[in-house]
């Protein structure tokens, strides 16, 4: 088995050695899939893992803007179509100066596994920028997401690629990208999701991610007969997905103790109530200011520079900020301080090495492909309003992500629980989703 996957690692470092992060995604994938293959003689020398790490196309363009200052600003854009086997490439546009191919390829290759686990009818993709949104003011942005759809409306559209928001791409610039697409092909269509609730957008889609992460930690604690009630939470991140999970634990009565952003963490011992939570949610949303300013009105909270939250004596972890933010000295102290679940609400947050230390103290651990999903779920939900131009209830939507999020759960469970019992769930939801990409690429053909 060892030996399978070494020549197929290889293989793939060949052609992507200067990819890191692509290659981290990648190492995981196989080292829970590949075992399954060789099990299953309708996948077994077929090259099924080797044609999904390609992706189908990788487009890479210049985007060109004049800043407040008259000056001419030069960005590079980014659309990874990795697989369309199960539908349309989905997944979201990230604009951050770190973007590079290697980050939107990890992201593309996991969307193809986290959208097949939703069970909806969607291919995997994922694009961006390296423009930094910070700073910049409305207009700036405006005529940055102008520049970039001016030459990515030539990829896309309701039936071919159907891209979404993502660190740094949120309402505001998905209705300038939504403006200038409909400018272009002069039609009105469903071609981005995270749109306005006034032209096309789903309730619930701002929220689903974090509180589907949150629903998905529930699923976990229920399996040991407990949850969230009364749970010590931290959470990293104050963006979309940290903002809605931090929204889901107060609801569901737990406790949320930390919250960060690239400068630092907050820790609040009082716990961020309703009303300091709204406190956030203006300030990062409105005002775009930094989560430090937080201690400025709660003079009872600590900001801690240049850290992420993970010393903090917590029940439950949801890392909702970035790639590799959680590494493995940072799972030791987790567990040394009694952490039980862990659930990503971010991309990979956990190294390789975080992750094989919560698995061998055998707590609950939620890779961010089965635990994330909820946000591309219900931009799923949003394309079905779309095309049957109609709206469905608040509670509508929150059930069915809530039903989502607890089929992924079962799906989990089904190809990752261990002989002794245990539930992995990273190979449960790497298998489950190579399961449906596979089945319909073999259906297709060799193309
Ligand atoms: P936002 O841009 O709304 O927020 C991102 C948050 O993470 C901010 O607090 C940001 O701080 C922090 N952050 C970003 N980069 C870094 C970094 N390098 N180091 C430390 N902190 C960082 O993004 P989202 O909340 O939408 O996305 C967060 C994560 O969730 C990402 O991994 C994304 O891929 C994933 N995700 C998002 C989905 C969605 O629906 N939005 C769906 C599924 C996954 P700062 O302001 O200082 O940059």
Redesign the pocket.
Known sequence: MKQNIKAFLDQVRKRNGHEPEFLQAVEEVAETVIPYIVKHDIYYGKNILLRMVEPERLISFRVSWVDDRGEIQVNRGYRVQMNSAIGPYKG?L?F?P?VNASILKF?AFEQVF?NSLTTLPMGGGKGGSDFDP?GKSDNEIMRFCHAFMSELFRYIGPNTDVP???????TREIGFLFGMYKKLRNEFTGVLT?KGMSWGGSLI?PE???YGNVYFAQKMLETKNDSIEGKNVII????????YAAEKVLQLGGKVLT?????GYIVDEDGIDTDKLAFVMEL?NVKRG??SEYVESYPNAKFVEGK?PWGEKCDVALP????N?LQEDDAKTLLKNGCICVSE?????STKAAIAAFHKAKILFAP?KAS?????AT?GLEMTQNSLRFKWSREEVDSKLKEIMSDIHKSCTEYGKDDDGYVDYVKGANIAGFVKVADAMLAQGIV
């Open positions: 979201g990230r951050h770190t992201l986290k910070k979404a928001g993502d660190i740094g791409v949120g995270g889609r689903a991610t974090g990293s991140g104050s963006g979309n997905v940290a903002q919250l960060s952003d690239s400068s990062k930094r989560i992420t909702c900020a970035t790639q933010e609400g971010a991309n990979m947050p961010g994330n999903a909820g946000g591309v931009s």
